[in-house]
């Protein structure tokens, strides 16, 4: 429906890089989005998300290195390119002072659609979206949760092949946010590419593709799936005693980089180069019967995102593990 | 052609998107609209009964030392010309200059004990008119009173017939200066000057300022308009929506120029409604041309505030800017002191400001009559404004963060 690759590649970068004075915010990174994808982007806060994000939109000169934006050379060709894409800011950048209706029907006019269009497209999104009781209220007036979804309405009014989404769901109720989700699908299904940086893992799980930041530099890519295969063998849930107790006990265990409480058990990472689930587990009990918590058992567990997310955060690379697959 | 045409048409939907947008957001401001009624309000008020350049009633103090007749007659003419008011008499010169460094008085007539014999023999009197001088628009207005008396003299006294005045002013210590009126019998008078003041015969100062008001007023109302108008998208984050957006640079800068111009032609109707109501101020031309004239004034304004609205990046910012830019407009433009006695160099800066030109298009066509026809070359120069403002307003926006 747009120009793109032809190569069903959305957005491709090679070396994106841009500095503020000595801060290197995006450090050389390499990214391949494919079209019709939900491709997340995870970091802790100043990992770069909104700077990679904001390069690839044209509204940041990049410091050096290419991207390429639905055929579009940026930011040379970005005027070219906005035509097609949506974009939601981190912060709520519609206009507080106009209703949900008159927003809506702005942005459908600076994207250029004609008068009855508009019309279509705006009935469309106040129903899609449940914004139809508020149509006639300031957007000042809204919550969180409701402004988040008038800016989706208003970043879809005209139907973009891209939508880029910059924390969308920061501060917004679970409840909100699974909807917004199943909408961000719906987008996905209909063959909309969606960039979405995010730091709750519940939405990193349901990214189709992840692209890890640590501090600029791409630290992870894969599905979420690949990305904690890459961790296999390297979790444990310790049982049987107090997670509190457990966790107490192990720490200070060169075996162990990370240690979490889910619920009745004590989330074990074990530290890299280490010997192996099975010799670990067995080393963590007799660290625990020492400690006086003989009724301790542990076993091999699922790594999830968030072990991957701290594995990173300590410093460990996994981007060669799970390899670009795109 | 086609694919033009639709360009064309997708543009002008961007235009007019951000203007309406811009007037939804105006008709919401409670604030702004005061403005926009308030500033003009009270500034023509405030010039309008505040300030003013006319200068009557000067206090003054009469040393009357010949207690004649003819010097009553004297000072009753003196007083008859509005531009002094005779306070008090004083017995010496020592009292008389007292009370002109108090400031109690502002000039001090003193009429020679000879004068009914001098002027019985033929021969000149010297009445003397000490004026403080220390402001030189009272100075000014005291010397030409003295004038003013010596030709009523000669009007109205058989001896002074065939006489004119001289004055002179001569100056005293401590910023003061003495004026001698001296009727010069041995010289008649050689050439009779008339002078026939045209279009603002009474000559009241409002008169004269209310045009002028009309451009300093659109000066400062129409650059804050936009000046803050980008700022603000700045400062709110609706500008990374904005430049997110296929709009165009220009047609964000037309678009928001437009409604202001409405704005701005409501602000010249209030203040012309208000000029004529409260203090008479005549419409001679016509209201078309100068609502033309105002037309690329407003919008030479308006295009001056995106260029500080481009390079700022607070709203606090953009207001030093525009006062900065104002300041000097007013002082140069010939709105409070007169152009053509301005040095060249100032002149040549002055030329620069919009304002300079609209001031004559307004006084032209409010005052004279003027057609703007005759009033062209302001209009350009104010359209070569505009241009150049809009030109660097846009290419200094970038549609970056």
């Known amino acids: 429906m747009t120009p793109h690759g032809g190569d069903g590649i959305a957005i491709r970068t090679r070396g994106l890089t841009r500095r503020f004075g000595d801060r290197v915010a995006v450090d050389g990174v390499d990214l391949a989005v494919r079209s019709g994808e939900i491709f997340g982007c995870l970091g802790p806060n100043g990992s770069g998300k909104s700077t990679l994000m904001r390069m690839l939109l044209g509204l940041l000169e990049p410091s050096a290195g290419v991207a390429t934006v639905l055929g579009c050379e940026m930011p040379r060709d970005a005027e070219r390119l906005r035509p097609s894409v949506g974009y939601m800011t981190q912060r709520f950048s519609l206009y507080e002072d106009l209703s949900v209706e008159e927003n809506l029907d702005f942005a459908g006019e600076i994207f250029g659609l004609s008068r009855r269009r508009r019309r279509e497209r705006v009935e469309a999104a106040l129903d899609g979206h449940g914004l139809g009781p508020w149509r006639r209220q300031r957007a000042a007036a809204l919550s969180g949760g409701w402004k988040q979804r008038l800016a989706l309405a208003a970043a879809t009014i005209h139907e973009p092949a891209l939508l880029v989404l910059d924390e969308p769901t920061a501060g917004v109720d679970p409840q909100s946010r699974r909807e917004f989700w199943e909408r961000l699908f719906g987008l996905a299904v209909a063959g909309t590419t969606v960039l979405v940086s995010t730091h709750y893992m519940d939405e990193a799980v349901r990214c189709h593709r992840l692209c890890m930041l640590r501090e600029g530099r791409r630290a992870a890519i894969g599905t979420p799936r690949e990305l904690a295969q890459a961790l296999r063998g390297r979790v444990l849930d310790v049982r049987g005693v107090s997670p509190e107790a457990a966790i107490a006990a192990l720490s200070g265990s060169a075996l162990v980089a990370s240690m979490t409480q889910l619920g009745d058990t004590a989330h074990v990472l074990l530290a890299p180069g280490g010997p192996g689930a099975q010799r670990a587990a067995e080393g963590l009990v007799r660290v625990l019967a020492h400690a006086g918590l003989p009724d301790a058992s542990a076993s091999a567990a699922e790594a999830n995102l968030e072990d991957v997310f701290v594995a990173l955060l300590l410093g460990e690379s996994l981007d060669s593990c799970a390899g670009e697959s795109a | ?401």
């Open chain 2, 1 to 401: 052609m086609r694919g033009a045409a639709q360009a064309v048409a997708r543009s002008l939907r961007r235009v007019l998107a951000i203007a309406r947008k811009e007037l939804r957001q105006l008709a919401r401001d409670r604030l702004t609209l005061a403005m926009i009624v308030g500033i003009p309000t009270l500034q023509l008020m405030l010039f309008g009964y505040a300030i003013n350049l006319d200068v009557r009633d000067i206090p003054t103090a009469v040393l009357d030392r010949s207690r004649s007749a003819l010097s009553r007659r004297l000072l009753g003419e003196l007083e008859a010309t509005q531009t002094f008011r005779i306070r008090t008499e004083v017995r010496s010169e020592v009292e008389a200059v007292r009370l002109l460094e108090r400031s109690e008085v502002g000039a001090v007539v003193v009429i020679p004990p000879d004068l009914d014999r001098r002027i019985e023999r033929g021969r000149g009197a010297e009445i003397s008119l000490l004026v403080d001088a220390s402001n030189p628009t009272t100075a000014a207005a005291a010397l030409l009173g003295g004038e003013g008396l010596g030709h009523a003299l000669a009007a109205r006294f058989r001896p002074f017939a065939a006489t004119t005045g001289s004055a002179a002013l001569r100056p005293l210590p401590e910023g003061r200066a003495q004026l001698v009126a001296t009727p010069d019998l041995a010289r008649p008078d050689p050439i009779q000057i008339a002078v026939l003041p045209f279009y603002n015969p009474e000559r009241r100062t409002p008169v004269f300022i209310v045009p002028g008001l009309v451009g300093v007023i659109l000066t400062m109302t129409m650059m804050l308009m936009t000046a803050l108008a980008i700022v603000r998208e700045r400062e709110r984050g609706t500008l990374e929506f904005l430049i997110a957006t296929p709009v165009r640079r220009g047609e964000l800068m037309v678009g928001k120029i437009l409604p202001y111009l409405v704005v701005g032609h409501v602000q010249v109707a209030l203040i012309l409604g208000l000029g004529a109501l409260l203090f008479d101020v005549p419409v001679h031309g016509s209201l078309l041309d100068l609502g033309a004239g105002a037309a690329a004034f407003i919008a030479g304004m308006l295009a001056m505030g995106l260029v500080i609205s481009a390079a700022a990046r607070t709203q606090f910012q953009a207001m030093q800017m525009a006062f900065f830019f104002f300041l000097p407009s007013m002082l140069l433009s010939g709105f409070m002191f007169p152009f053509d006695a301005m040095p060249r160099p100032a002149q040549w800066i002055g030329l620069v400001f919009p304002l300079t030109h609209f001031l004559r298009i307004a006084r032209g066509v409010l005052l004279k009559g003027a057609t703007l026809e005759s009033l062209l070359g302001e209009v350009a120069a104010i359209a070569a404004f505009l241009a150049v403002a809009l030109v660097v307003a846009t290419l200094s926006f970038r549609k970056r963060l």
